[in-house]
């Protein structure tokens, strides 16, 4: 049939169209679009219907066709997706599909995302094509259910040009846009951590191997959105006040960041047939480069995350990631990850714990024999400290929180942050005050409990002359924490010294290396 006779009915009808990324064409003109083929974009221009003024607001993928009892099934899935869901709007695209947000028809408040996967792409033959999306589902569908960790798979639909992907919707977009406004505070790194440490474990459990571990491929959900305690400036919500004991447990609000994308997941026995390679070349671990290599790949890659949370930069090039982000030679690439060292040098570490880079340097083992497993990072005391801290925060051990209390309580803080390690008795005013003079505030860091941003100052002194400590504020405003003088508010970047790094003891924790807690110092 040709396009050009579809005008007079279209011209007839137009007044009482109304299009919406053209289900309701598809649905007036079922018989004519079905039997033609036409995609909805085709369609228009064909028809000149865009000239009468009916605007059409994308026709980036071919549409879902409402035909499904005339369609028969390739892949066995359901063929009603337009009769269950309305799509409406892009959330994002990936190399071989878009994903929508979606709503569903019997009840529009139940939102989800839905990836639009063409059954023929144009590097592969449509079998092959086929066969990739086969691959994915299956993997992603024994794992979805299974694993608290995973996102979601609520639904598979088809028609003629392509596969449905009905998912859980995760509002909060993926932790690569979560690190563009810097590096994560360290409690927070630690909430994300075990969701990605435990989708890791869960699909090695299940004999799978992630294998393209990044940022992008996990996603913040509802409860992400929703948590924290309401203590921050900015209202105490959202990514920066995760916390993770929220991520434990079968809570009602389940874990913050769930795994998603499962096109490059490989069983075991593919592995062991000897892989190829896939993924992102700057999250592959060493043994990767030889394509003959074992699950451990994903704790690599996890060891390269959890650097990127806590510094905003990529270990092995002394740059930031968006510089890296430009593409790099592969050569490179692969020298730097067999042997150049980890950095720790750098400012952005020095309010990181040494709990977190003894977890890193053991998650970024060259050796995949003796890398940590995501199971064994799961145990690794970075965690239990960050437990054992949040614990004390919310009441668990009462005499913390009492000193937590005195510590915040003079200056109207909530009980939970920061405490002295002493004031120095004896120290007059004089000498507080010079010694404030020369307190620098290094840099915001995550704070026990995670619950806000800490700016950090540490007095003039050396470790042997006692007190050092702490400002604490919600966003980037000092406000003095601590009932001593000596603690005053501070310009942020007010140094006058090389900085080395120092302990601060911290509400509830009884180690001098305390999370997230170490700031600079100078002499
Ligand atoms: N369930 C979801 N909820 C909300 N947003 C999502 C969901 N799934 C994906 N997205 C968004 O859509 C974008 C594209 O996702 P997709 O999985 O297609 O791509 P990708 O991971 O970037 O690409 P590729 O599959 O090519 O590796 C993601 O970056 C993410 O922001």
Redesign the pocket.
């Known amino acids: 049939m040709r396009a050009t006779s579809l005008r007079p009915q279209l011209r007839q009808e137009r007044s009482s169209i109304s299009i919406d990324y053209g289900f309701t064409l598809c649905l007036c003109y079922r018989p004519l679009l079905t039997s033609a083929r036409l995609r909805v974009g085709a369609a228009f221009q064909r028809s000149g219907l865009s000239k009468c003024g009916v605007q059409v607001r994308s026709c980036a993928v071919a549409t879902p066709e409402r035909h499904h009892a005339l369609y028969r099934s390739e892949l066995g899935y359901r063929t009603d997706f337009a009769e269950q869901y309305s799509l409406l709007d892009i ?9 929508w ?1 979606a709503a569903s028809r019997q009840d529009p408040s139940h939102q989800v ?1 839905v ?1 639009i996967v063409p059954k023929s792409r144009t590097d592969r033959s449509h079998e092959e094509s086929l066969e990739c999306i086969r691959r994915e589902v299956s993997m992603w569908g024994c794992l979805s259910g299974d694993s608290r960790y995973v ?1 979601e798979l609520l639904g598979l639909y088809e028609d003629g040009h392509n596969v449905y992907l009905v ?5 909060g ?2 932790l ?2 979560a690190l563009k406004e810097g590096p994560l505070p360290e409690a927070c790194c630690a909430a994300i951590m075990w969701c990605v440490l435990s989708a890791i474990r869960d699909c090695h459990d299940h004999d799978l191997a992630l294998i ?1 571990v990044k940022p ?2 996990f ?1 913040l959900t509802a409860a992400a959105m929703s948590s924290g305690t309401g203590t921050g400036q900015d209202g105490g919500c959202g990514v920066r006040h995760l916390r993770l004991q929220d991520q434990m447990g079968p809570g009602p609000s389940g874990p913050c960041v769930v795994a ?2 499962f ?2 997941s490989l069983s075991y026995t593919e592995l062991m047939r000897g892989a190829k390679r896939a993924g992102s070349p700057v999250f592959f671990a060493p043994e990767q480069f030889t394509n003959n290599y074992g699950l451990v790949v994903d704790e690599w890659a996890a060891g390269i995350m959890l650097y990127l949370l806590l510094s905003g930069r990529y270990p092995f090039w002394d740059c930031k990631r968006e510089e890296l982000d430009k593409k790099l030679p592969a050569y490179q690439v692969m020298l730097a990850v067999c042997s150049a060292p980890i950095a720790f040098g750098g400012p952005e570490w020095y309010g990181i714990s040494r709990d977190a880079r003894d977890l890193l340097s053991q998650l970024l083992d060259r050796n995949p024999a003796t890398r940590l497993t995501a199971d064994r990072a799961l145990r690794h005391s970075w965690f239990a400290r960050w437990m054992k801290a949040a614990e004390a925060n919310d009441g668990g051990d009462s005499s913390a929180k009492a000193k937590s209390a005195d510590a915040c309580g003079a200056v109207g803080q909530s009980p939970q942050r920061w405490r002295t390690t002493s004031s120095r008795s004896g120290t007059d005013d004089s000498t507080r005050r010079r010694r404030a003079q020369a307190v620098t505030v290094v840099k915001t860091v995550g704070c026990c409990g995670g619950t806000t941003d800490a700016i950090m100052a540490a007095q003039l002194g050396k470790p042997d002359l006692g007190p050092t400590l702490a400002g604490c504020c919600g966003g980037s405003n000092i406000v003095p924490l601590l009932a001593s003088p000596v603690y005053m508010p501070l310009p942020v970047g007010a140094t006058t010294g090389a900085p080395e790094t120092m302990a601060v003891d911290v509400a509830g924790s009884d180690d001098e290396d305390s999370p997230g807690c170490s700031v600079a110092y100078y002499h």
């Open positions: 959330i994002g695209k990936g190399n071989f599909g878009t994903v947000l995302a990836k996102a998912q859980q919707l995760c509002q977009g993926d690569l846009e393209d992008q491929n996603l998603c994308d096109g490059c």
